[in-house]
């Protein structure tokens, strides 16, 4: 290959042909140079699902650009190159270029790991702000001066004003309420959710089925299966998929995007997580198509700004606190919680229904909704005590659209509060009562969620309360849980030790509930 300007450097979740990077592409001098590296699979984990997805997205992407007349240099599994670290200092070492232009990495580990080839090899770098965000890059951080005590509304009313989304000619929120939260927690009752449409799948091209071969060979012992894998890998497969939800589920999006139900997995949720963080969708795209389906009588309004509100603002967020914090991240336990994860969210062996159900759809589909999410898998990690990093590494490896920037404040601070508060404003504690009461998993368990203690205790209940008794203080200091500590310190003492005993026999042997 002749001498070559700049490498273009583009990661697994940079598949958009809208960034900066390509503003100074000279196509007669520079090469694209992307990499499949066995280590990002394994250190940290990547389930089969989530493998496989970044993987067929990346060929494709790479396919796309070839056809255009680009040159690139892919590194590919059967290459069997180890980490990004090895694949750049080879191509470094072999191409010389000038220089390397990468957009910011959504992981500040990978931006370091290549930061340290570089420098070694004496190449400059110039890393790239990420524009497919709504927020500007420094955005954030100059918003975030105004206050002592960050919170997720306030960004999201900072981003409608200035944006001028769902709102009105006065310059109010449409509607006259910034969130319709009452609205959006309903559950489906003894009934169970309508009958809906199959969500839009994608079968597998010749592409995908390479990659689940090359998955299946080089990383055979990744968790998940492959059985059933249909998620969108090309950006008009993502327009798709973006259709189908607007046509068939934004509707009922509001009103039941907290629900839940056995063997419904899909239900109303949009399932374009993936897609958007991969960048083959625009989360503008995505907000425009929804609030047109308002202005155009399709859906309520209900549901069209609770929908937007977890791009536009939760999204955006989580962002920000990633990278204003990108530091500290790893070493966060506020609660001082020790324990190891459970075994079963590895096999999805276990009684507790909730558990079997979500994270058995985990494993077949690498999927869970954000209910699912923070209050089952991520609830039961919290009252059990789960090491926070233990969890994050779960949560990293087996769900398709985790990536580090959204995945790390997710897990850390919103689901385990190892943050002490930065992210929300206290633990989200809850009993089985509450899985009850949003889903009909309890009807499927052998465990009874109004009992704390004896045999058929639910063990969410038992540890709920369990929760409550190690952090009163805490607890105590927290206007908003308050009366859950109230209502502890007013239980019979006799109740209390049977509880103490309770969480004990799960914390010594989970794998038995």
Not at 116 to 133: M, S
Not at 212 to 220: G, K, N, S
Not at 274 to 295: F, G, Q, T, Y
Not at 389 to 411: C, G, K, R, S
């Amino acid at each position: 290959m002749d001498t070559i300007g700049t490498l273009h450097l583009i990661l697994g979740d940079q598949l958009n042909r809208d960034s900066l990077l390509w503003q100074q592409f000279d196509p007669a001098h520079d090469v694209v140079w992307m990499a499949e590296v066995s280590e990002e699979s394994q250190h940290p984990l990547s389930s089969k699902q989530r493998t496989v997805l970044f993987l067929s997205a990346m060929r494709h992407f790479a396919e796309q650009l070839e056809s255009d007349g680009l040159r690139v240099i892919y590194f590919r599994l059967d290459d069997q190159i180890t980490s990004f670290s090895e694949a750049l200092n080879r191509s470094l070492q072999q191409l010389r270029p000038k220089q390397i232009r990468c957009v910011l990495p959504g992981d500040y580990r990978v931006q370091q790991q290549l930061q340290r080839v570089a420098d070694q090899c004496k190449t400059p770098v110039h890393w790239l702000g990420d524009h497919h965000f709504i927020a500007k890059p420094g955005e954030f951080s100059q918003w975030l001066k105004g206050y002592k005590q960050p919170r997720m509304e306030y960004w999201y009313r900072y981003l409608r004003k200035s944006r001028q989304l769902l709102m009105d000619e006065h310059n109010k929120p449409c509607g006259g309420q910034w969130n319709f939260d009452k609205s959006n927690r309903k559950s489906f009752g003894k009934t169970g959710p309508s009958l809906l449409p199959p969500p839009v799948e994608f079968e597998t091209d010749t592409v995908t089925q390479a990659v689940i071969a090359d998955v299946e060979r080089y990383l055979p012992k990744l968790p998940g299966t492959l059985d059933h894998f249909h998620w969108p890998v090309t950006r008009a497969q993502s327009l798709h998929a973006l259709q189908d939800f607007i046509e068939h589920r934004l509707p009922l999006f509001g009103d039941y995007q907290d629900a839940m139900w056995t063997g419904q997995p899909w239900l109303y949720h949009a399932r374009l997580s993936s897609s958007l963080n991969l960048k083959l969708l625009h989360p503008m795209e995505v907000i425009d198509a929804a609030i047109s389906a308002w202005r155009d009588g399709h859906a309520p309004l209900n549901a069209v700004e609770g929908f937007v509100r977890q791009i536009l603002g939760w999204r955006e967020y989580v962002r920000g606190l990633y990278w204003h914090h990108r530091k500290q991240w790893p070493e966060m336990n506020a609660l001082d919680a020790d324990r190891a994860l459970p075994p079963f969210y590895w096999d999805g062996e276990t009684r507790m229904a909730c558990l079997q159900q979500s994270i058995g759809q985990v494993l077949e589909y690498g999927y869970g909704h954000h209910i699912q999410r923070l209050m089952v898998t991520g609830l039961f990690a919290l009252l059990f005590g789960v090491k926070p990093d233990q969890i994050h590494q779960w949560y990293l490896a087996m769900y398709v659209d985790a990536v580090a920037w959204v995945e790390v404040p997710n897990t850390l601070g919103m689901s385990q509060y190892a943050d002490g508060g930065i992210v929300g404003s206290k633990p989200y504690i809850a009993s089985g009562a509450y899985i009850n009461r949003m889903s009909d998993y309890c009807s499927h368990c052998p465990y009874n969620p109004s009992k704390a203690s004896g045999e058929h205790a639910c063990p969410f209940t038992s540890l709920y309360w369990g929760f409550i008794d190690r952090h009163q203080e805490l607890i105590a200091g927290n206007p908003r849980l308050g009366m859950q500590l109230i209502n502890w310190q007013n239980k019979p003492e006799e109740e209390k030790v049977l509880i103490r005993q309770r969480c004990e026999n799960i914390w010594q042997d989970p794998d038995r509930f």
